[in-house]
C-alpha cells in the first residue's frame, strides 16, 4: 500500500513538474506574442545556403528543412562508409603478426578514440581546408587528365572539382534500363545459389550477377545512344566557382572525412574485440584444415566475429549520424546549422528544435531498422 | 577453467639478438614483409613532417603568447590569484584522498591478512603519465615564473595533504571529509561563498560528522539519533559560519578555457550520476507508469544528439522558467549536459542492475529485507561495482562532448581558439597549431582516464574469479 503511494507520489511530482514548465512556457509566449503552430515553414528563410544556388532566400523554411536532411545523410552515409573500411582494416590491422603494422594501428585508435570529434573536424575545417596549404579557388590547381587536355580534379580550399555524370536525354529510359539489370542480376544470383544447394556446382554467383548486370547496362547504355556523359571539372571565367563536373565542397568533406577517421577507431576497437572473442578453437580448426590465410579470415573468423560486431558496430553509426551535428562549428549547410541560423532570424525557436529532435529520431529509428534487419540475418539461425 | 575452452598458446618471446626479433617480427612471411616495405616510407615519411612542424615551422608563439587565454580564457586577470589557490587547495584535495585511500587499501589487505602491495611513486607516475606530460608542455610553453611557482605550490600541497595517511584508522572517515571540504572549498575560492553555497558545504560536514561520530558505546537507536544530532549541528555551524562571511567571487559565467572545461565536465560527471540512478531504477520499478516515463525519457534523450539538448538550454529552457529567473548560459548548458548523460548512465546501470543473479534478490528476501535497504545493501553494490568501467567511459565521452559548448558560443578550452584567431597576428596562420596544441590537452586527460577504466576493468575482473 505505501510502496503504491509513494510511486504515485512520484508520477504526480513528474507531472506537476512538466505542468509548471509548460505552463511558464505557454504564458512567456503568450506575453510575446509568439505562436505555437508551424506556419512559419511556409515563410521565406530570409539567408542564402552556400553552394547550393538553387536555393535562395524567398525559399520557404520547409525546404531548408529538406535540404538540411539531404546534407545530413550525405555526411552520414559518406562517414559511415569511411569509418566502416578504416576501420575494419585497423582492427585487423592490429591483431596482425607484423610489429609495424599493429603498433600503427594500436597508436591510431588511442589518438582519435581520446579527442573530442569536434577537434578533429575543426581540424580539418581549417586547418586542412581554409587555412590549410590549398590555395584559393581563383589560383586552384586543376590537375589535368594525362593527353587529353582535361581537367581530372580541381584542388582548392573551399571546393573540389572532380568528374561527374551528366544527362543527354533518355536517362528516364536508362534508369528503368539499370533497374531491370539489378532485377536481373538478384535473379542470376538466387539460381546460381539454387544449383550450388542442389548439385554441389561451384555457384560463382558474385561474376554470374556482376557480368549480367554490365552486360545489360553497357547493351543498354549503347542502344540509348549514351544517355550519360562524364561531366569533367572546368572552372567558370571568372575563376569563382566550378562550373561544371561534380563539385564537393570543405563542409562536407571536413565532416564527413574527421567523423569517418574518428569512428574508425571505435569501430576498429569492436572488430578486434569480435574477433578476439572468436573461440581459438576454429582458428585451429580452420588451420588443420590447411586453410589460407586469406580463406581463414573470409570463410570461418569473419563470419562469427561479424555477428559478435554488428550489434555495437549498429551503435556506432547511430553515433556518427547523430555527431553529423557537430557541423554546426563549421558551417556545413547540415540540419543543425540550417536550424541554428534560422532560430538566429527569428524562427521560433521551440518548434525549431522540435523539428530538429524529430529528424534525428527519424535518422536513428531508420537507420537502426535498417541495420537490425542486417543483424537478423546474420545471426545463426538455431534449428 | 572448463575443458572446452582452448586457450591460444601465448606467443614464445623470441630468443636471440635484435636481428631475430626484426626478422620474425618485421618479415616473418612474404606478405608480412611487403607490409613492412610499404609501411617503413610512408612512416618515414609522417615522422619527418611531424618533427618539421614541431621543432621547425610550427608557429608555436600562437600557444606561448596566448598559454593564459587557452587555461583561463576571459576570466578576469585581476582576479587571477584565486585560480592559484584553486589549483593549490585542488592538489591538497587530492593528497588527501589519495593518501586516505590508499591507508583504507593498507586497512583492507590487513585485514584481510593479504600481503600489502604498496604502490610506488613510480606507479603513478606511470598511471598518469599522459596527464603529467601536458603539464610538463604547459610549464615549457610558459612565459612568465608563475605557473611554476603554481606548480611548485601544487606539489608541496600535495605531499601535504598526503601527510593524511598517518590519520588513525579509527577517523578514517575525517580524511575523506576533509578531502571533499578542500574540493569544495577550491571551488568557492573562485566562485564565492555567496546565495547557496553555503549548502554544499553543509551537506559535506554533516555526512562529515554522521560519518565521524560513531558513539560506540550507545545502544543502537539511541546512536542514530546522537549522529543525527551532530550532523544538524554541524549543518547549523556552517549556516552560522557562512552568514559571517563576506566572499563574494566571480561566478562562472565568467570562466571560460581549460578551467571551464574542467569544472563543467566535472558538474555533467557530478550531477549525472545520481540522475542516471533514479532513471535505471525508475525504468526497473514494478510500477508501470514510472516505467514508462523512464523508458520514453531516456529512449528519447539516447535518440537525439547533445546538441539538441544545447539548442534547448540555450533557446528553450528561458521560457520554460518564471520572468525574471535568467541562469545564466553556462548553468543551462550544465543542466543539458547532466540530462543527456544521465540517459546514458542510467542504460549503463540497468545493465548492472541485470548482471545481478535472482538469487541475490531472493536471498535478501528470504532474510526479510525491506525493497529499499535490499537495494541500498545488497542489489546496488554489486551493480555499481560491475559497470565502473563502462561508466568511467561515459565520463570521458561527457569530457570529450564538453568542447560542443562551443557551438553555443561559450568560449571553453576550444572555443578560445576564436579569441586567439581574432589577434591580427594569428588571423590565418597558425590553425594547425592551436588545433594540435588543443587535441593534446584533451588527448591527455582522456587518455589517463581511459587508462585508469581499463586497470578498474582488470581488477575487478581479478576479484570475480
Not at chain 1, 52 to 59: E, G, K, L, T, V
Not at chain 2, 56 to 60: A, E
Not at chain 2, 322 to 325: D, L, N, S
Given at each position: 500500500m505505501l510502496r503504491v503511494a509513494g510511486q504515485v507520489a512520484a508520477v504526480v511530482v513528474v507531472f506537476l513538474i512538466l505542468q509548471w514548465l509548460i505552463g511558464n512556457l505557454v504564458t512567456n509566449y503568450g506575453r510575446l506574442n509568439i505562436s505555437f503552430d508551424f506556419g512559419f515553414l511556409n515563410q521565406p528563410t530570409q539567408f542564402q545556403i552556400a553552394n547550393?544556388?538553387?536555393?535562395?532566400?524567398?525559399?520557404p523554411v520547409w525546404r531548408m528543412v529538406l535540404v538540411g536532411v539531404k546534407n545530413t545523410a550525405l555526411a552520414g552515409v559518406f562517414g559511415i562508409a569511411l569509418a566502416g573500411v578504416l576501420g575494419l582494416i585497423i582492427g585487423i590491422g592490429r591483431l596482425s603478426q607484423n610489429w609495424l603494422a599493429a603498433k600503427l594501428s594500436a597508436a591510431y585508435v588511442e589518438f582519435f578514440r581520446n579527442i573530442p570529434p569536434l577537434v578533429v573536424i575543426v581540424f580539418f575545417a581549417f586547418?586542412?581546408?581554409?587555412?590549410?596549404p590549398l590555395p584559393n579557388l581563383r589560383q586552384a590547381i586543376e590537375i589535368p587528365l594525362f593527353g587529353t587536355g582535361r581537367t581530372a580534379l580541381i584542388l582548392s580550399n573551399a571546393e573540389w572539382g572532380v568528374p561527374g555524370m551528366r544527362s543527354t536525354g533518355n536517362l528516364l529510359a536508362f534508369g528503368v534500363s539499370a533497374l531491370v539489370a539489378v532485377v536481373a542480376a538478384a535473379v542470376v544470383w538466387r539460381w546460381r545459389t539454387r544449383l550450388n544447394e542442389r548439385?554441389?556446382?561451384?555457384?560463382h554467383r558474385v561474376l554470374w550477377s556482376l557480368g549480367v548486370l554490365l552486360a545489360i547496362l553497357v547493351v543498354s547504355y549503347v542502344a540509348l545512344g549514351g544517355p550519360l556523359v562524364i561531366d569533367w571539372p572546368q572552372l567558370s571565367e571568372n575563376r569563382?566557382?566550378?562550373?561544371?563536373g561534380f563539385s564537393i565542397n570543405s563542409g562536407f568533406m571536413s565532416v564527413a572525412g574527421a567523423l569517418g577517421l574518428y569512428t574508425a577507431s571505435h569501430v576498429a576497437e569492436i572488430i578486434r574485440g569480435s574477433i578476439l572473442a572468436v573461440p581459438w578453437g576454429q582458428t585451429e580448426a580452420s588451420f588443420a584444415l590447411a586453410l589460407t590465410n586469406f580463406q581463414r579470415y573470409r570463410f570461418v573468423v569473419l563470419p562469427q566475429a561479424m555477428r559478435i560486431a554488428v550489434p555495437p558496430l549498429i551503435n556506432q553509426a547511430l553515433n556518427l549520424i547523430k555527431n553529423t551535428s557537430l557541423a554546426a562549428a563549421v558551417g556545413y549547410a547540415e540540419i543543425t546549422t540550417l536550424t541554428q541560423t534560422s532560430i538566429g532570424n527569428g524562427r521560433p525557436a521551440v518548434q525549431s528544435v522540435v523539428i530538429l529532435m524529430v529528424v534525428y529520431l527519424g535518422f536513428s529509428l531508420l537507420v537502426s531498422l535498417i541495420l537490425n534487419i542486417v543483424n537478423r540475418r546474420l545471426q545463426l539461425v538455431t534449428r | 577453467m572448463t575443458a572446452s575452452t582452448l586457450e591460444p598458446s601465448p606467443v614464445q618471446a623470441p630468443v636471440g639478438g635484435p636481428l631475430t626479433w626484426v626478422r620474425s617480427r618485421l618479415f616473418p612471411n612474404l606478405r608480412s614483409s611487403i607490409l613492412t616495405v610499404l609501411l617503413t616510407p610512408l612512416l618515414a615519411y609522417a615522422l619527418y613532417r611531424a618533427v618539421l612542424f614541431f621543432f621547425?615551422?610550427?608557429?608555436?608563439d600562437v600557444v606561448t603568447r596566448n598559454l593564459t587565454l587557452f587555461m583561463q580564457g576571459t576570466y578576469p586577470r585581476d582576479q587571477q590569484w584565486r585560480i592559484v589557490t584553486q589549483i593549490i587547495v585542488l592538489a591538497f584535495a587530492f593528497g588527501v584522498g589519495a593518501a586516505t585511500s590508499a591507508a583504507s587499501q593498507v586497512d583492507a589487505a590487513r585485514e584481510a591478512g593479504l600481503p600489502v602491495v604498496k604502490q610506488g611513486f613510480l606507479s603513478v607516475l606511470k598511471r598518469f603519465w599522459s596527464v603529467i606530460a601536458f603539464v610538463l608542455l604547459l610549464l615549457y610553453f610558459a612565459n612568465t615564473a608563475t605557473p611554476w611557482l603554481v606548480m611548485g605550490g601544487a606539489i608541496a600541497a600535495f605531499a601535504l595533504g598526503s601527510l593524511a595517511r598517518f590519520i588513525p584508522r579509527r577517523f578514517r572517515s575525517v580524511g575523506w571529509t576533509l578531502s571533499v571540504l578542500a574540493l569544495v572549498a577550491a571551488f568557492q575560492v573562485v566562485a564565492g561563498t555567496v546565495g547557496y553555497s553555503w549548502m554544499i558545504t553543509a551537506v559535506v560536514l554533516a555526512a562529515g560528522a554522521w560519518s565521524a561520530f560513531k558513539f560506540e558505546g550507545v545502544e543502537g537507536r539511541r546512536a542514530v539519533v546522537y549522529r543525527g544530532l551532530a550532523a544538524v549541528a554541524a549543518a547549523v555551524v556552517t549556516y552560522l559560519v557562512y552568514m559571517q562571511l563576506v566572499f563574494p567571487g566571480v561566478g562562472w559565467d565568467h570562466w571560460s578555457g581549460l578551467h571551464l572545461t574542467l569544472w563543467v565536465s566535472a558538474f555533467a560527471i557530478v550531477l549525472s550520476f545520481p540522475l542516471g540512478l533514479i532513471l535505471a531504477l525508475a525504468r526497473r520499478s514494478s510500477f508501470p507508469v514510472l516505467r514508462w516515463l523512464a523508458t520514453g525519457y531516456i529512449e528519447l534523450i539516447r535518440g537525439v544528439p547533445l546538441i539538441t539538448l544545447l539548442f534547448m538550454g540555450q533557446y528553450i529552457l528561458g521560457f520554460m522558467l518564471?520572468?525574471?529567473?535568467d541562469p545564466s548560459s553556462i548553468t543551462r548548458a550544465i543542466t543539458a549536459m547532466a540530462l543527456f548523460t544521465a540517459a546514458y548512465v542510467a542504460e549503463i546501470v540497468r545493465g548492472g542492475l541485470q548482471s545481478i543473479p535472482h538469487g541475490q534478490t531472493e536471498a535478501a528476501l528470504a532474510l526479510g529485507l525491506p525493497t529499499g535497504k535490499m537495494m541500498r545493501m545488497i542489489i546496488l553494490p554489486q551493480a555499481l561495482r560491475a559497470v565502473i568501467p563502462a561508466l568511467v567511459g561515459q565520463f570521458i565521452s561527457i569530457f570529450k562532448d564538453s568542447s560542443l559548448l562551443e557551438i553555443i558560443a561559450i568560449d571553453e578550452f576550444l572555443g578560445v581558439r576564436s579569441l586567439v584567431h581574432a589577434q591580427a597576428d594569428f588571423r590565418v596562420v597558425a590553425h594547425a597549431e592551436t588545433l594540435v596544441f588543443v587535441a593534446i590537452g584533451y588527448w591527455a586527460f582522456a587518455y589517463a582516464m581511459s587508462r585508469e577504466s581499463q586497470r578498474l576493468e582488470v581488477r575487478l575482473r581479478a576479484g570475480r574469479k
Open positions: 547550393h544556388p538553387q536555393f535562395n532566400p524567398r525559399s586547418a586542412v581546408f581554409l587555412y590549410g548439385s554441389g556446382e561451384p555457384h569563382r566557382r566550378i562550373a561544371s | 621547425v615551422n610550427g608557429r608555436w518564471p520572468q525574471g529567473t
